[in-house]
């Protein structure tokens, strides 16, 4: 059990890596890595800008699905904020 969570954390420890498990299939709702869409939504957005992969498309894409979804309020009110700090970002 050792040997995979150390293998797991070596082949994820970098934004290339995040950004794939995210990004590959933005909207993969059973990504295990991940505790829902609405996370999901917010780490492959920051993903995708560190690793500047197709940010503007991922944005578009995340964002529309933040104001679409029953997600909680605080969820909402926390990823427009970090899409407009992420915006301002160069």
Known sequence: MLDN???YI???SCVESI?????TNPLYEYNPNCSGMDTHCIIGLIAS???NNNY????ELYSNTVKCRNFL???????FPIRDS?????
């Open 10 to 12: 070596n082949t994820n």
């Open 73 to 79: 309020g605080s969820t909402k009110r926390s990823f």
């Open 49 to 51: 800008k560190l690793n």
């Open 5 to 7: 969570a150390i293998n």
């Open 19 to 23: 950004d794939k498990m995210y990004n």
């Open 56 to 59: 503007a498309y991922i944005r």
């Open 86 to 90: 992420l915006d301002e970002m160069e």
